[in-house]
């Protein structure tokens, strides 16, 4: 029979289709452009004391309607998570010889945001069912010199508040969320972001709801809202006319949203309830589905938590399949077509976890400002950094044996479409004993 033939051994394909692409922009954020653009006012910070300080009516309404909508007291807008983050560790007072413990498997600025004030990141190792930071992996690596740490909702769902939070207040440490993946996603009906101290969300174009490029940083901490406000906008320019006496990182940056970025948010913000109820409802057909392929593990969901699915991970038993991974996933590829738009990304299945932080050149080679090792190696810094391959085993295992990352559902997608992802495993689990 011609279905009996998999696709990676020349035989048709589950689908030759596109799937559809992830669009969120319409009429309305058009028309909000729009006024904008014909307003003439495209940005109206100034870097200095005076009542522009604060940003422009599109900038002002838009942190309104965050706070509002996220019940947090301060929202912020910054033109990245990135910058947000950078942000948040600035006015956290942290600086060189401090620690921050933060988790090996995120993106990149996780980390680096530590780095920026020179102080440095210390990894902890991840909960093996959640992929967030482990809360035992987390109390093992609290010294003296640790003053925060960065806690990623990593793929959509919120890291261990409870456990994570207690040890916070305990040893007195910041807690800083990177909720760029989780926008949406509760904890005890409370919002991802404003679960710790301070949290920071992204609205770059591949996350849930986008301005292209931009993010909000959110606290409910009167302190540390002005400290990111300072931050955002070349702070060192304006605490002497506004009498700022804590000079501790008041060096400020231009992380200015404009305001069609923030008419844009705003717009987005509308849909995002909407967006994340039809993804949550596609991901949880496809884990029901999946769950029933011996050795696929579908996500789990933390007690109390609800995940926002920025990306669905499933685990992989090789031994339990009887295929290695990335065969596997290569041949459930081979059944699918791209996305359209990014069609040079091929189908965005990925057979693995991300390689944790640590693993790459800038920590191996401690080698970030200048070239003598600063700040890892900086006379204020008093411990002893470890950033050896085996530092986080749990982070390493998933990435290199048993996680695989369903980066292809969106509210973009029709149940049909969400189908033909299903039916592609399907038919390659019934065939595996095909794969070369
Ligand atoms: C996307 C992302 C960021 C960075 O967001 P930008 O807005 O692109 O700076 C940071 N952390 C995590 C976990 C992310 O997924």
Not at 84 to 94: F, K, P, Q, T
Not at 214 to 233: C, H, P, S, W
Request: proline share 4%.
């Amino acid at each position: 029979m011609k279905e009996d033939k998999l696709a990676i051994n020349n035989g048709p394909k589950i689908r030759n289709k596109p799937f559809p692409a992830y669009k969120v922009i319409d009429d309305r954020e058009i028309k909000a452009v729009e006024k904008v653009l014909k307003s003439g006012i495209l940005s109206k910070f100034l870097g200095c004391w005076d009542p522009a300080f604060y940003g422009g009516p599109q900038v002002q309404a838009l942190e309104k309607k965050w706070a509002k909508y996220f019940k947090v007291k301060h929202a912020i807008a910054v033109n990245s998570c990135t910058s947000g983050l950078y942000c948040a560790v600035g006015a956290s007072g942290i600086g060189p010889g401090d620690e921050v413990i933060v988790t090996p498997l995120s993106m990149s600025a996780s980390a680096t945001s530590i780095l920026i004030f020179n102080a440095v990141p210390v990894f902890a190792d991840i909960d093996k069912h959640y992929f967030c930071l482990d809360p035992k992996a987390v109390e093992k690596k609290i010294t003296k010199r640790t003053k925060a740490i960065v806690v990623v909702d990593i793929y959509g769902q919120p890291y261990d508040v409870q456990k994570i939070n207690a040890l916070a207040r305990k040893h007195k440490l910041y807690v800083i969320e990177d909720c760029a993946q989780a926008i949406g996603a509760t904890y005890k009906n409370k919002f991802a972001g404003t679960l710790g101290d301070i949290g920071i969300y992204s609205l770059n174009f591949h996350k849930h709801i986008h301005t292209g490029e931009g993010g909000m940083v959110v606290t409910n901490n009167d302190q540390l809202a002005e400290k990111v406000r300072l931050i955002r906008n070349h702070a060192e320019a304006v605490v002497g006319d506004k009498g700022v006496g804590d000079l501790v990182n008041m060096i400020g940056f231009n992380f200015r949203m404009t305001e069609i970025e923030a008419a844009i948010a705003s717009c987005q913000l509308s849909k995002l309830k909407h967006l994340l109820t039809k993804r949550v409802n596609y991901c949880d057909y496809v884990a029901r589905k999946l769950a029933l392929l011996p050795g696929i593990t579908a996500p789990a969901v933390r007690k109390g938590c609800t995940h926002s699915y920025y990306v669905q991970c499933f685990k992989y038993n090789e031994k339990i399949v009887g295929v290695p991974r990335h065969k596997f996933i290569e041949a459930v590829k081979a059944e699918l077509t791209a996305t359209k738009g990014r069609e040079k990304e091929g189908v965005r299945i990925v057979g693995q976890g991300g390689k944790p932080l640590y693993l790459e050149p800038l920590y191996q080679k401690m080698i970030a400002y200048g070239s003598r090792g600063c700040p890892f190696r900086c006379p204020w810094y008093k411990g002893k950094l470890n950033y050896k391959k085996g530092l986080c085993p749990v982070a390493e295992k998933i990435n290199d044996e048993e996680l695989f990352q369903l980066d292809l559902i969106h509210a973009s997608l029709s149940k049909k479409d969400v189908e033909d992802i299903v039916r592609a495993f399907q038919k390659v689990y019934r065939l595996k004993k095909k794969i070369r």
